[in-house]
């Protein structure tokens, strides 16, 4: 290239059309090259099966799936359980697949170049993008490709129905040991709770209403005997005062000596008891008990003076006889009403004191029902929820029970063919239109980076305007290049082993690229 020279397009063509040997030969031997590499590389058949995914049989709504990892994530799974080393090796041998490669390479190699050359799962990159999905391979020979892509279909069919059976029964196992661990954990709990209300007898918060309400008839009980007592009392206080007046006032009587008769002792204790009242009441209060006791006794002796009153005889004679003998029958009377009074106050108090006791009890239960309570909400709490946890696991197991039968009778999600893998009729590698084209793109581009390097090299000045741009001067007279025979021949011959040269190059390169390494043909696959 000239230097400061701006080329024109006319000027890029004359430079290639100067350069054209350049350019054609390398395109034509890449050409030759890539059309004999393409015949020499041998075919490759694919076969493959084609898979679809179908749904539970049995409505989700009746009978839930136990199987709750997701489709892809599931199919991942399967996959690595299927392009597993022992799996692939099992098929190396069943169909004697890569014998040459079996003999230079080791088996972990080999089963290597399987896994991400030959063998075909789901789309681009293994993706399954819907309900179907392709599982193949590819071999020199198609009917092996057809029979190992069966076996590889029958594989991910069996490995997803062993896994979803194996997946439901683990989880049947699972929730069966955690129901018998919550019933085990119950029953301690309900132990627990028996033995507390056996310790806590009455005092449970659900007997607080029977509590209160046998507090209630035991004070209502309490309260009538009392009443009761105290009116015995008051009778006894009454039968004693008057035994004791008539003990006081007894005098013999006089028959011989005529005179009045005697007067009544209901009368004289009356007027005696209300001068006492009186008294008290000149020292206590009106509401005193002591007062209210006195009024009923003068209550009780006023009905006595008037019953004593009707009974008095009209003449003294007529009962002169007998007044002894009817003064010690009375007091006899008073004396036997005084030990009956006694018996019935013991028993009174007797049962007050059980009424009493009773009362107590039932005040100390209510006032332990709250510290009761609280314990027993405690356990309530844990043994509530035991409970439900324990009916959940007891729902949840059920329901994997179920969906274990439902995947032992293959009635559960499962892969299902629906295009069987054929014998393939037509190879899908080597692309020999496409590794042709890109040879001899490869050989066009070569050429053109030849002769555009020859010509970056020269320096020569062909016309006048490359005299003027590189040196600046005006040109006086044009002199044309004079060569002769020798050598027109000599540069001829000289492009000729160049040209030849770089070409026998390039086809050994490619020859050991291809020989060695073999990638050549995997790239264009």
Partial sequence: MIPGK???????????????WFIVL?????????????????DTYRSAALLQIVPQQVPEDYVRSAVAVRLDTRLAAISQQILSRTQLERIIQEFNLYPEERRHMLMEDVVERMRLEHVIIGGRGGRIDSNTFPVGFEDSNPKTAMLVAERLAGLFINANLQDRSVFADQTAQFLDSQLDETRRQLKDYEAKLEQFRRANPGKMPSEVQTNQQGLANAQMQLQALQESINRDRDRQLMLQRMVADRAATAQPTIESTPGPAQPMRAARLLEQERARLRAMQM??????PDIAIQQ???????????????????SPESTSGGTASAAD????????????IDRRLADKQADEKRLLAAITGYRGRLESIPSTESQLTELMRDYTTL???????????EEAKVAANLEHRQIGEQFKVIDPARMPQRPVSPNRPRIILLGSMFGLFLGLAVGGLFEYRDKSLRTEDDVVMALALPVLALVPTMITASERKRRRRMRFVLASSGALAFVLGVAVFAWKFNSLANWIR
């Avoid at 020292?283 to 005193?288: D, Q």
């Avoid at 004593?308 to 005889?313: F, I, T």
């Avoid at 409970?387 to 197991?397: A, E, V």
């Fill in 329 to 340: 029958a009375r007091s006899s009377e008073l004396q036997a009403e005084l030990q009956a």
């Fill in 26 to 42: 390398p395109c034509v031997l890449a050409s030759i090259v890539s059309v004999v590499v393409a015949r020499m590389m041998p």
């Fill in 6 to 20: 701006i080329y024109k397009p006319e000027d890029f063509v004359e430079a290639a059309w100067r350069r054209r």
């Fill in 387 to 397: 409970q439900g946890t324990y009916q959940s696991l007891l729902t949840k197991s």
């Fill in 283 to 288: 020292r206590l209060k009106p509401a005193h």
């Fill in 296 to 314: 009923r006794v003068i209550r009780d002796l006023e009905q006595k003076a008037a019953a004593e009153a009707l009974e008095q005889p009209l």
